[in-house]
C-alpha cells in the first residue's frame, strides 16, 4: 500500500494506481477527456494526450498527468492549485482554438464531453487564434461519418477498434499538426475493412464520429402515399427510456410503440417477431448439421459487425456461420412478400423502417444479396438515438404515454426473442427450441445463467438426448477473433457459437444512448431484457401462435424450400486488408 | 497522380526485399528497418510493398501506414529518374531559394514531394546541403549548382532531358 496527500487530505491505496483513482477515492473530481477506462470489456484508453487533468504534484517542476501517472510514497498532490486550475483551461483553449465551433448544429450537442468541460470550466472566450484543420468529411460509408475536424485526437476509438475489436480499420496518420484518425492510404470508410460495429461512436467523446442520419428521408416517406411500417429491435426496449430521463433499463416497449404510432408509421411490428423465426430456422440448421455431419460448430449470424469482420479476417471459414439472415432482414423479407399479400399492395409500395440499436444495420441493409429483385428489405434503418430525436421533434411527452400494443400479425413474440438483445441471449433462445425439437420433451427451466453476463468469452454444456453439446458466446470482436484461431487451430470442440460485434450484445451497440464510460447502464439494460423475458406468457420460440401461423399459410417447413429462398442468404470473401 | 507498380518489372527487388524482411522478422521492432529496406530497394513505399510487410509481419496495415506517414524519410511516390534537391537551408532561403523551388515548381508542373507524370523529375526540398557559401544551391542529382539564377532553372529542366513550359 502506498500513503499520500491530495489537497492535503491523506489516502491509503494499493501500488500501481493512478492519481486519478486515488483523488476518486477521496471523492475529489479531476476533469478527464481523452481517458476512458471500461474494465469490463477491457477498454484502457490511457493515452494521455489530451493533458486536461494536469495536477501538480511537491517536488516535481512539471505538471503531471492524474490518468496516467501512477502515486508514490509521501506524494503531496494539489489538484486544485491555481496553476494546475490555469493550465487546465489552458490546454482546454488550446483545443478548442482547433475545433469547429458548431456546436448548436452538431450531431452530438449534448452529448459532447468536449462541450460539457468547456461548460464545467466556465470558458467564456478562446484565446488563442491560428490555424485550423480543414480535412475532408468521410461521409462514404452507409453507417459512420467522420469529421476529422472535429477529432482532439484522444485514441479512444482507435483503442478500442485496434485492442478490443481488433479490427485495425483506424490508426493514427500523419505527424503533428496535420496527424488524423483515418484509414489505411486514407481510403474512404466505406473502401476499409471496417466492420462499422459502431463502438468507435460509442466511445468517441466529440462530434468526430456520428451515425448516418436517416432521419429526414424516413420523415418524408411518412408523409407520402406509401405503406410505412416500422419494427422494432429487441435491445431499443431496454434504452429509448434514458434518453427521455428514465432509469437505463427500463422497460418502454408500450410507451414506444405509442410513440411510433404517433409519429405516423402505418403500422408497428416487431423484430422480435423475426427473432423468433430466426430460432426456427437456425435451431433447425444447427439439428440438420449434428443429423448429417455438416461442419461445426455453427455460428450465430444475426450481427453484421460479425458477419462483415468474418467476411474479412477469416475468408476460409465462411461455411460456418449459420445461413440465416439477421431478423431485421427476415422481417424486411416478409414484410414485401407475405405481409405485402395480406394487405393487398404491391411490395415497391410498402417502405420498412427497422428502429436498431446498432449502426452496421444500416449498412447491411444495403447489401445486394439481401435485396428482393430491385427493392430492398429493409429501406431505412434509424438507430435508437435517431428514433428518440424523431419523437422529440414531435412534442411528444414521452414518459407520460400510454402503453400500446403492437400491430399483428408481424408483431407477436416470445420472451426468447426478447433476449436477443442481450450477449448469449440468442444461443439461449436457440437452446429453448432446440433442446425441445430434439428431445420431444418439455424444457422446464428456462433460463440458462452460465451464458448471461459481461464476460468476453462464456462456456456450457448441454445435453441432448444423451449428448454433450458445447455451447460457446463471446461479444467484442477481439474475442471472435480468439474463439476463431481457436478453431482454425483445431482446438475447439463447440457445436454453436454466438458472437456479437459489441462488447454487452446489442444492448451497447452503437446506436444506443450514450453511456459516457458508465458500464453499469449497460448491465441495467441487461436486466431490463431479462425482466421483459421473464413477464412474457411465452417463452419459446416455437411456441410463438403468429409463427405457427406463418410456418401453416407461407412458409411450409422451416429449414424448407421456401424458407431458403426467404430467409437464408450466402456470404461473400472481402479483402482482408 | 496514381502510380502503377509493375510487380513484374520489380520481381527481382522483391525477391530482395523478401530477404530484408527475413532478416528482421523475429527482432523487436523490426517494421522500422524493413520500410527502410523497401525505400532503399523501390525508392518508395509502394502499397502492394507495404501490404506484403503486413502478412509477413503480422502488422495491420493501418498501423503500418500509421507509422510510414509519420517520418518524412518515407514516400509513397515513386522517385524520378533525376532527383531535383533545392536547398532551404538558411543561408540559401535568404539568398532565394524558396523562388528557386518555385520555379522549378512552375516549370515542371508539380510541387515538392511529387514526380513528374513521365517519372522523368522528381523535386524535393532539402535542410542545408553544407555549401553555403554557394547560395542558393540546387543538386541535380549529384550534379551541384551554385549561386543559381531563377533564369536559368529551365536550362537545367532541358539539360536533363526535361519539357520546361
Known amino acids: 500500500m502506498v500513503n499520500l496527500k491530495i489537497n492535503g487530505r491523506e489516502v491509503e491505496v494499493p501500488e500501481g494506481t493512478t492519481i486519478l483513482e486515488a483523488a476518486k477515492k477521496l471523492n ?140 485495425h480499420a483506424l490508426s493514427e496518420i500523419g505527424r503533428g499538426f496535420d496527424t488524423v484518425i483515418g484509414t489505411a492510404f486514407n481510403l474512404p470508410m466505406h473502401e476499409s475493412n471496417c466492420t462499422f460495429c459502431g463502438q468507435c461512436i460509442a466511445v468517441c467523446p466529440t462530434g468526430a464520429l456520428t451515425e448516418v442520419n436517416k432521419i429526414s428521408k424516413v420523415w418524408k416517406e411518412i408523409n407520402s402515399d406509401k405503406v410505412v411500417v416500422v419494427q422494432t429491435a429487441p435491445a431499443i426496449r431496454v434504452a429509448l427510456g434514458e434518453e427521455f430521463g428514465m432509469e437505463p433499463g427500463t422497460q418502454v416497449t408500450g410507451k414506444m410503440v405509442s410513440a411510433l404510432k404517433l409519429l405516423g408509421f402505418d403500422k408497428v411490428y416487431d423484430t422480435d417477431f423475426a427473432a423468433d423465426l430466426t430460432i426456427m430456422e437456425e435451431a433447425t440448421e444447427l439439428m440438420h448439421r449434428l443429423k448429417h455431419g455438416g461442419r461445426l460448430p455453427i455460428l450465430t449470424s444475426c450481427c453484421p459487425g460479425w458477419v462483415k469482420f468474418i467476411e474479412h479476417n477469416f475468408q476460409d471459414m465462411l461455411d460456418i456461420p449459420s445461413t440465416c439472415k439477421s431478423p431485421h432482414e427476415m422481417f424486411g423479407t416478409l414484410a414485401k412478400t407475405y405481409l405485402a399479400e395480406k394487405m393487398g399492395h404491391k411490395p415497391e409500395d410498402i417502405i420498412v423502417v427497422s428502429v436498431m440499436p446498432c449502426v452496421a444495420k444500416k449498412y447491411e441493409a444495403a447489401r445486394p444479396e439481401l435485396g428482393l429483385g430491385g427493392t430492398k428489405a429493409v429501406d431505412y434503418v434509424l438507430t435508437t438515438r435517431e428514433l428518440a430525436i424523431m419523437i422529440k421533434e414531435s412534442g411528444i411527452d ?180 | 497522380m496514381e502510380f502503377k507498380f509493375d510487380k513484374e518489372k520489380n520481381k527481382e527487388n522483391i525477391e530482395k526485399f523478401k530477404k530484408t524482411v527475413q532478416t528482421y522478422k523475429d527482432t523487436k521492432g523490426a517494421l522500422i528497418p524493413v520500410l527502410q529496406g523497401a525505400q532503399e530497394i523501390f525508392g518508395y513505399l509502394p502499397v502492394e510493398i507495404l501490404q506484403l510487410i503486413s502478412v509477413e509481419l503480422n502488422i495491420p496495415i493501418s498501423e503500418i501506414y500509421g507509422v510510414a506517414t509519420f517520418y518524412s524519410q518515407f514516400s509513397f ?68 549548382y551554385p549561386r543559381l539564377k531563377k533564369d536559368k532553372v529551365k536550362e537545367i529542366i532541358l539539360k536533363y532531358g526535361g519539357v520546361a513550359k
Do not use: W
Not at chain 1, 482547433?98 to 470550466?121: F, I, M, R, T, Y
Not at chain 1, 470482436?477 to 474463439?483: D, F, K, M, V
Not at chain 2, 557559401?133 to 543538386?139: C, E, Q, T, W, Y
Open chain 2, 77 to 144: 511516390i515513386p522517385k524520378g529518374e533525376n532527383i531535383i534537391s533545392v536547398c532551404l537551408g538558411t543561408a540559401c532561403y535568404v539568398k532565394g531559394g524558396q523562388e528557386i523551388l518555385e520555379e522549378f515548381e512552375n516549370q515542371l508542373g508539380i510541387k515538392a514531394g511529387d514526380t513528374t507524370e513521365d517519372m522523368k523529375f522528381s523535386i524535393t526540398s532539402t535542410r542545408c546541403v553544407g555549401d553555403c557559401s554557394m547560395a542558393p544551391v540546387v543538386l541535380v542529382n549529384d550534379d551541384v
Open chain 1, 398 to 577: 414521452f414518459a407520460n404515454l400510454q402503453d400500446e400494443e403492437f400491430d399483428n400479425p408481424l408483431g407477436e413474440s416470445s420472451g426468447a426473442s426478447v433476449i436477443f438483445g442481450a450477449t448469449g441471449g440468442v444461443i439461449e433462445a436457440a437452446l429453448r427450441t432446440a433442446y425441445e425439437f430434439m428431445t420431444g420433451e418439455t424444457l422446464e427451466d428456462v433460463e440458462f445463467h452460465s451464458l448471461r453476463g459481461m464476460d468476453g468469452i462464456k462456456e456450457a454444456s448441454v445435453t441432448i438426448n444423451g449428448e454433450k453439446i458445447n455451447i460457446a458466446v463471446c461479444h467484442g470482436l477481439g474475442n471472435a477473433r480468439s474463439i476463431l484461431e481457436k478453431i482454425q487451430r483445431g482446438e475447439a470442440n463447440y457445436h454453436a457459437i454466438e458472437i456479437m460485434a459489441c462488447p454487452g450484445g446489442c444492448i451497447g451497440g452503437g446506436g444506443q444512448p450514450y453511456h459516457h464510460g458508465d458500464m453499469s447502464i449497460l448491465k441495467k439494460r441487461m436486466q431490463g431484457i431479462y425482466n421483459e423475458d421473464r413477464g412474457k406468457a411465452i417463452r419459446k420460440s416455437h411456441e410463438n401462435p403468429m409463427i405457427k401461423k406463418i410456418y401453416e399459410e407461407y412458409i411450409g417447413e422451416p429449414y424448407g424450400e421456401k424458407a431458403h429462398e426467404l430467409l437464408h442468404t450466402r456470404y461473400i470473401p472481402r479483402k482482408k486488408m
Open chain 1, 28 to 167: 475529489i473530481k479531476i476533469p478527464t477527456l481523452c481517458h476512458l477506462d471500461l474494465h469490463d470489456i477491457k477498454f484502457v484508453n490511457q493515452s494521455s494526450s489530451c493533458r486536461i487533468c494536469v495536477v501538480e504534484v511537491e517536488g516535481k517542476k512539471n505538471l503531471q498527468t492524474a490518468c496516467s501517472t501512477a502515486v508514490s510514497e509521501g506524494m503531496n498532490i494539489r489538484t486544485d492549485s491555481r496553476r494546475a486550475v490555469k493550465a487546465r483551461r489552458t490546454v482546454l483553449e488550446l483545443l478548442l482554438s482547433n475545433h469547429p465551433k458548431d456546436c448548436l448544429v452538431c450531431a452530438k450537442n449534448h452529448d459532447c464531453e468536449l462541450q460539457k468541460l468547456s461548460a464545467d470550466l466556465g470558458i467564456r472566450e478562446v484565446r488563442y487564434e491560428g490555424e485550423m484543420n480543414d480535412f475532408p468529411i468521410d461521409n462514404s460509408s452507409l453507417s459512420i461519418v467522420r469529421d476529422p475536424n472535429k477529432c482532439i485526437l484522444c485514441k479512444r476509438c482507435e483503442t478500442m477498434c485496434n485492442n478490443v475489436q481488433t479490427v
